[in-house]
Protein backbone atom coordinates (compact mmCIF):
# COMPACT_ATOMS: atom_id res chain seq x y z
CA UNK A 1 0.00 0.00 0.00
CA UNK A 2 1.20 3.65 -0.93
CA UNK A 3 2.68 5.32 2.44
CA UNK A 4 0.54 8.74 -0.03
CA UNK A 5 -2.95 7.04 1.01
CA UNK A 6 -4.58 7.13 4.62
CA UNK A 7 -6.72 3.76 4.21
CA UNK A 8 -9.79 2.83 6.66
CA UNK A 9 -10.91 -0.78 6.33
CA UNK A 10 -14.43 -1.79 7.64
CA UNK A 11 -14.12 -4.90 10.00
CA UNK A 12 -15.64 -7.32 6.88
CA UNK A 13 -15.24 -6.55 3.14
CA UNK A 14 -15.88 -3.21 2.34
CA UNK A 15 -19.42 -2.81 0.57
CA UNK A 16 -17.94 0.27 -1.27
CA UNK A 17 -14.92 2.23 -1.60
CA UNK A 18 -14.89 5.47 -1.15
CA UNK A 19 -11.75 7.70 -2.50
CA UNK A 20 -12.35 10.86 -0.25
CA UNK A 21 -10.84 13.97 -1.06
CA UNK A 22 -10.11 17.37 1.45
CA UNK A 23 -10.65 20.71 1.19
CA UNK A 24 -8.25 23.88 0.22
CA UNK A 25 -6.97 24.50 3.50
CA UNK A 26 -6.70 20.88 5.30
CA UNK A 27 -5.22 17.89 4.91
CA UNK A 28 -6.47 14.40 4.56
CA UNK A 29 -5.79 13.81 8.22
CA UNK A 30 -7.42 16.85 9.66
CA UNK A 31 -10.19 16.15 11.99
CA UNK A 32 -13.08 16.12 10.10
CA UNK A 33 -11.39 14.00 7.35
CA UNK A 34 -10.07 11.50 10.22
CA UNK A 35 -13.44 11.57 11.57
CA UNK A 36 -15.44 11.01 8.68
CA UNK A 37 -13.37 8.07 7.75
CA UNK A 38 -13.86 6.61 10.98
CA UNK A 39 -17.58 6.82 10.88
CA UNK A 40 -17.87 5.35 7.17
CA UNK A 41 -15.73 2.28 7.76
CA UNK A 42 -18.08 2.07 11.00
CA UNK A 43 -20.72 1.53 8.83
CA UNK A 44 -18.75 -1.31 6.35
CA UNK A 45 -17.45 1.45 3.62
CA UNK A 46 -13.79 1.51 3.00
CA UNK A 47 -12.24 5.04 2.62
CA UNK A 48 -9.14 6.10 0.45
CA UNK A 49 -7.62 9.97 1.73
CA UNK A 50 -5.24 11.44 -0.75
CA UNK A 51 -3.75 14.40 -0.88
CA UNK A 52 -3.71 16.82 -3.87
CA UNK A 53 0.57 17.85 -4.86
CA UNK A 54 0.14 21.48 -3.41
CA UNK A 55 -0.91 19.70 -0.17
CA UNK A 56 1.43 16.86 -0.40
CA UNK A 57 3.99 19.59 -0.74
CA UNK A 58 3.47 21.11 1.97
CA UNK A 59 3.40 18.10 4.25
CA UNK A 60 7.08 17.82 3.08
CA UNK A 61 8.04 21.54 3.57
CA UNK A 62 5.57 22.79 6.18
CA UNK A 63 4.87 25.65 3.39
CA UNK A 64 0.85 26.25 3.11
CA UNK A 65 0.41 26.77 -0.38
CA UNK A 66 -2.51 27.69 -2.64
CA UNK A 67 -4.14 24.73 -3.76
CA UNK A 68 -3.30 23.58 -7.84
CA UNK A 69 -4.81 24.99 -10.78
CA UNK A 70 -7.67 22.57 -11.63
CA UNK A 71 -5.90 20.72 -14.16
CA UNK A 72 -3.68 19.67 -11.91
CA UNK A 73 -6.05 18.71 -9.53
CA UNK A 74 -8.20 17.17 -11.78
CA UNK A 75 -5.15 14.83 -13.22
CA UNK A 76 -4.58 14.19 -9.79
CA UNK A 77 -7.36 12.73 -8.43
CA UNK A 78 -7.94 10.39 -11.98
CA UNK A 79 -4.78 9.06 -11.13
CA UNK A 80 -6.21 8.27 -7.73
CA UNK A 81 -9.42 6.36 -9.27
CA UNK A 82 -7.18 4.39 -11.50
CA UNK A 83 -5.01 3.25 -8.17
CA UNK A 84 -8.14 2.00 -6.19
CA UNK A 85 -8.90 -0.21 -9.59
CA UNK A 86 -5.39 -1.59 -9.54
CA UNK A 87 -4.86 -1.82 -6.08
CA UNK A 88 -7.54 -2.70 -3.96
CA UNK A 89 -10.37 -5.73 -3.82
CA UNK A 90 -13.38 -4.78 -6.29
CA UNK A 91 -16.24 -2.98 -4.77
CA UNK A 92 -18.43 0.08 -6.04
CA UNK A 93 -16.19 2.84 -5.83
CA UNK A 94 -17.83 6.45 -5.46
CA UNK A 95 -15.53 9.77 -5.10
CA UNK A 96 -15.95 12.57 -3.75
CA UNK A 97 -14.78 14.88 -1.27
CA UNK A 98 -15.16 18.17 1.27
CA UNK A 99 -15.48 21.27 -0.19
CA UNK A 100 -12.80 21.90 -3.09
CA UNK A 101 -12.49 18.14 -3.46
CA UNK A 102 -15.75 17.64 -3.76
CA UNK A 103 -16.07 19.95 -6.66
CA UNK A 104 -13.11 18.09 -8.03
CA UNK A 105 -14.97 14.84 -7.80
CA UNK A 106 -18.15 16.38 -9.61
CA UNK A 107 -16.32 17.58 -12.36
CA UNK A 108 -14.78 13.85 -13.06
CA UNK A 109 -18.16 12.06 -11.87
CA UNK A 110 -19.67 11.62 -15.48
CA UNK A 111 -17.58 10.83 -17.41
CA UNK A 112 -16.32 7.95 -15.00
CA UNK A 113 -19.58 6.98 -14.20
CA UNK A 114 -20.19 6.99 -18.50
CA UNK A 115 -17.33 3.77 -18.32
CA UNK A 116 -18.37 2.12 -15.28
CA UNK A 117 -15.19 3.41 -13.73
CA UNK A 118 -17.48 4.78 -10.48
CA UNK A 119 -20.68 4.43 -9.03
CA UNK A 120 -21.47 7.58 -7.60
CA UNK A 121 -20.50 10.96 -6.21
CA UNK A 122 -20.57 12.45 -2.63
CA UNK A 123 -19.49 16.16 -1.93
CA UNK A 124 -19.45 17.48 1.49
CA UNK A 125 -20.00 21.38 1.86
CA UNK A 126 -20.15 21.87 -2.04
CA UNK A 127 -18.23 25.75 -3.13
CA UNK A 128 -21.27 26.22 -4.91
CA UNK A 129 -19.69 30.18 -5.76
CA UNK A 130 -16.54 31.68 -4.11
CA UNK A 131 -16.39 33.45 -0.37
CA UNK A 132 -18.47 36.41 -1.36
CA UNK A 133 -18.92 35.86 -4.99
CA UNK A 134 -22.63 34.04 -5.15
CA UNK A 135 -22.55 35.78 -8.95
CA UNK A 136 -19.89 33.12 -9.79
CA UNK A 137 -21.18 29.99 -9.96
CA UNK A 138 -19.76 26.30 -9.92
CA UNK A 139 -23.03 24.96 -11.31
CA UNK A 140 -22.82 24.36 -15.06
CA UNK A 141 -21.91 20.88 -14.85
CA UNK A 142 -23.83 19.87 -12.02
CA UNK A 143 -26.83 21.00 -14.08
CA UNK A 144 -26.82 18.37 -16.82
CA UNK A 145 -25.37 15.68 -14.38
CA UNK A 146 -26.58 11.74 -15.06
CA UNK A 147 -24.12 10.42 -12.29
CA UNK A 148 -25.65 9.40 -8.95
CA UNK A 149 -24.78 12.21 -6.94
CA UNK A 150 -25.06 13.29 -3.06
CA UNK A 151 -24.70 17.00 -1.59
CA UNK A 152 -24.59 17.48 1.79
CA UNK A 153 -24.78 20.84 2.91
CA UNK A 154 -25.44 22.90 6.34
CA UNK A 155 -28.16 25.38 5.51
CA UNK A 156 -26.22 28.45 6.35
CA UNK A 157 -23.57 27.57 4.16
CA UNK A 158 -21.59 30.88 2.77
CA UNK A 159 -20.80 28.88 0.23
CA UNK A 160 -24.39 28.25 -0.90
CA UNK A 161 -27.09 28.30 1.45
CA UNK A 162 -30.21 26.42 1.56
CA UNK A 163 -31.96 29.74 0.00
CA UNK A 164 -29.47 30.24 -2.56
CA UNK A 165 -28.65 26.45 -3.26
CA UNK A 166 -33.03 26.49 -4.40
CA UNK A 167 -32.55 28.47 -7.36
CA UNK A 168 -29.38 26.51 -9.30
CA UNK A 169 -31.49 24.51 -10.95
CA UNK A 170 -29.55 21.37 -10.54
CA UNK A 171 -29.76 18.37 -11.88
CA UNK A 172 -32.53 15.46 -10.78
CA UNK A 173 -29.46 12.95 -10.12
CA UNK A 174 -28.36 14.88 -7.62
CA UNK A 175 -30.05 14.57 -3.75
CA UNK A 176 -29.30 16.90 -1.34
CA UNK A 177 -28.96 16.41 2.62
CA UNK A 178 -29.73 19.70 4.47
CA UNK A 179 -27.77 20.27 8.00
CA UNK A 180 -29.70 22.19 10.03
CA UNK A 181 -28.19 26.03 10.60
CA UNK A 182 -24.35 24.17 9.68
CA UNK A 183 -21.64 26.50 8.12
CA UNK A 184 -19.67 25.35 5.76
CA UNK A 185 -17.89 23.14 7.69
CA UNK A 186 -20.84 21.58 8.99
CA UNK A 187 -20.56 23.82 12.85
CA UNK A 188 -24.11 24.89 13.97
CA UNK A 189 -24.80 27.48 16.39
CA UNK A 190 -25.34 26.57 19.74
CA UNK A 191 -28.73 28.18 19.70
CA UNK A 192 -29.65 25.36 17.40
CA UNK A 193 -29.27 22.81 19.48
CA UNK A 194 -27.34 20.69 17.30
CA UNK A 195 -23.60 20.15 17.93
CA UNK A 196 -20.76 19.90 14.94
CA UNK A 197 -20.56 16.08 15.86
CA UNK A 198 -23.62 15.17 15.17
CA UNK A 199 -23.60 17.04 11.98
CA UNK A 200 -20.67 14.69 11.06
CA UNK A 201 -22.56 11.91 12.03
CA UNK A 202 -25.50 12.82 10.47
CA UNK A 203 -23.38 13.29 7.63
CA UNK A 204 -21.45 9.44 7.35
CA UNK A 205 -25.09 8.18 7.90
CA UNK A 206 -26.37 10.12 4.60
CA UNK A 207 -23.42 9.42 2.51
CA UNK A 208 -23.12 5.39 3.92
CA UNK A 209 -27.08 4.87 3.14
CA UNK A 210 -26.59 6.68 -0.43
CA UNK A 211 -23.80 4.51 -1.23
CA UNK A 212 -25.36 1.12 -0.21
CA UNK A 213 -28.50 2.39 -2.19
CA UNK A 214 -26.03 2.21 -5.04
CA UNK A 215 -23.56 -1.21 -4.64
CA UNK A 216 -24.84 -2.96 -6.97
Given at each position: ?S??????????????????A????????????????H????????V??FE????????V??????????D????????????????????????GG??M?G??A?????E?Y?R????????????F?????P?????????????????V??????L?????????GL??????????D????F????A???T?Q??????????????R????
Amino acid sequence: MSADWLLDKPTQSPSAWFLFAHGAGAPMDSDFMQALAHMLAMQGIGVVRFEFPYMAERRVTGKRRPPNKMDVLLEAFQVHIARVAEELPAAPLFIGGKSMGGRVASMLAQENYQRGAVAGAVCLGYPFHPPGKPEKLRTEHLQTLTCPTLIVQGTRDKLGSREEVADYGLSSAIALAWLEDGDHDFKPRKASGFTQQQHWQATADYAAAFMRARES
